[in-house]
């Protein structure tokens, strides 16, 4: 081996080496922060913390079901705004989005996808808080839609389009009409990719805190009225790291061990649907 | 192609003009329901540019009274007072700038790295693990970041990075000062953790959609395995590529929580990294319940205008590029 390749075997190697490194130090980097979630979050998790409010700064104990149930309030009525709107709007693009139009509505799409949230914070106050004068869980679940639907577009596109073309021919040979077709036919195949991407939409929206700040703002007293300022484990958490009591910081690493533990099990329900419906996964 | 090949279709563009209409009838008695089925699905799509046009409308109008009175100087001048009511975003612009690129300088790296060994050098079953731990990055709420940052991240370079750091390089203005924690340096690095999946997850599938007979015929050269993937992969997928950094940058820019958590929040312009500073989101994060005044929540909105414009622009171009690799694929909505 002349000294010319041997260099260039050894650059090879050392590159080679370099990538592993560096994809590793990314792995790394995950679990050092799911590590010291559970480590710093684990101890503070009992039976309280899911069935107390949280108690005034200075005193110990007390928990954070009212963060609990508002994460679902504002999270599930945000998916019930967004869901339909980003499905269809996928329904669209995938059977009838060849066109101009197309184009334009799958562009917009990609590029609100990568919109700062808190700006879209700052248009839902503009719309829901300003003219009514109150903060609202409403306001959050509108400003969280808004950041759900160019998601949801693009997945649900994409889903629908694996369906194969035989299987719509079949339908619309048999005398189906287009509509029933699109809907009871190729829908129906892609429904599982469809929730889905559903899934995956709704976890990334539950972690958010920017649009929430001034829309559904925070409460410390339990609540359930969508009209009314309501508290999240976004915003909880936000609250207590931000403070500065330890009673607050050790509230915070536990709070923030639960939201990524929901976060995590709608992505895995996520992953588990689509090997439901399509054998191995991908 | 969503049109199906034994259909008398017109070409895709007649399709959705009025002139186009009686033909297509004429060929297919299209029924009422279709139509009414297609109305409905072209409403909501209609839905995604109007959000775009309405969330510029509030935002201009809204930030209409702090461009009138500071003109476009507000991007060029440093004071933010809200006693006196004079307001210029040049410290927020700055750092928002300097924090993003900071976290491309350490996130590009890592990102490719991952993307190269997924694509090029991993064992196929370290594959679908490896991706789907990179991917859960991406999951972690910002929130968490900063929780993350606060109390772990920040005590850390306190003690480990920053010493010998300035111990090399103090002499630079990129170093000056004494570090107190909150920072650009946090900053930035919490931001490159959270853009990685994003950046990592788009290079893997413009690598993916690179034709193997590329690697091969590089190989079939006599290139060893590095100079295949440098010499034919990597320029291959190049637009795709800066594509996949530009939209990581457009993440970054926009990015609030984690920022406002770490950043410090000064208004100030410094070289140094160690030294704390602004973003335009978190700005908009801290200020916006304490803004009293009409002018200055005026100005806020005109931050949160600038922001927008700039993401919206750079997430554009980092789409057209990336389009031009995967064609019309949905690259990185999926990274979760």
Known sequence: MSAGTFRRHLTSRVMTALVVVLAFLAVLALVLILGDLIAKGASSIDWAFFTKSPVPAGESGGGVANAIVGTFIVVGLAALIGVPVGVGAGMYLAEYGSGRLGFLVRFVADVLNGTPSIVIGIVAWTFLVKPTGRFSALAGSVALAILMIPMLARTTEEMVRLVPHSLREAALALGYPRWRTSLKVVARTALGGIVTGCLVGIARVAGETAPLLFTALGNLNFSTDVRHPMQTLSLQIYVYATGPFDEWHRMAWAAALVLMGLVLILALAARWVTRQRYGSGR | ?336
């Not at chain 2, 009175?69 to 004079?86: C, I, K, M, N, Y």
């Not at chain 2, 800066?242 to 000064?266: D, H, Q, S, Y």
């Not at chain 2, 005109?302 to 590029?321: H, P």
């Open chain 2, 1 to 336: 192609m969503t049109t199906l090949p034994l259909e008398p279709v017109p070409p895709p563009l007649e399709q959705t003009t009025p002139s186009a209409e009686p033909r297509w009838r004429a060929l297919r008695s299209v029924d009422r329901s279709d139509r009414i089925y297609r109305r409905i699905l072209t409403t909501l799509a209609l839905a995604l540019p109007a959000l775009i046009l309405v969330i510029l409308g509030v935002l201009f109008v809204s930030a209409l009274p702090a461009v009138t009175r500071f003109g476009p100087s507000f991007l060029w001048t440093s004071t933010w007072d809200p006693v006196a009511e004079v307001y210029g975003a040049a410290p927020m612009i700055f750092g928002t700038l300097a924090s993003s690129f900071l976290a491309l300088l350490i996130a590009v790296p890592l990102a490719l790295g991952v993307a190269i060994f997924l694509t090029e050098f991993s064992p196929r079953w370290l594959r679908q693990p490896v991706a789907f731990l990179v991917e859960l990055l991406a999951a972690i709420p910002s929130v968490v970041y900063g929780l993350w940052g606060v109390f772990v991240l920040i005590p850390f370079l306190r003690s480990y990075v920053v010493p010998p750091l300035k111990a090399v390089l103090g002499w630079t203005p990129f170093f000056d000062g004494a570090f107190y924690g909150n920072s650009l340096l946090a900053g930035g690095i919490i931001l490159a953790i959270m853009i990685v999946p994003y950046i990592a997850a788009v290079s893997r599938e413009v690598l993916l959609a690179v034709p193997t007979s590329q690697r091969e015929a590089a190989l079939a050269m006599g290139a060893t395995r590095w100079e295949a993937v440098r010499s034919a992969v990597l320029p291959y997928g190049r637009a795709g590529l800066i594509g996949a950094i530009i939209l990581g940058l457009g993440r970054a820019l926009g990015e609030t929580m984690a920022v406002t958590m770490l950043i410090g929040n000064r208004h100030d312009i410094g070289l140094s990294v160690l030294q704390p500073a602004y973003t335009m989101a978190a700005a908009i994060a801290n200020e916006f319940s304490e803004a009293t005044t009409n002018m200055y929540l005026s100005a806020l909105f005109e931050v949160g205008l600038i922001l927008f414009v700039l993401t919206v622009v750079v997430n554009a171009i980092a789409r057209i590029l990336i389009w031009r690799v995967a064609r019309g694929a949905a690259v990185g909505s999926k990274a979760l």
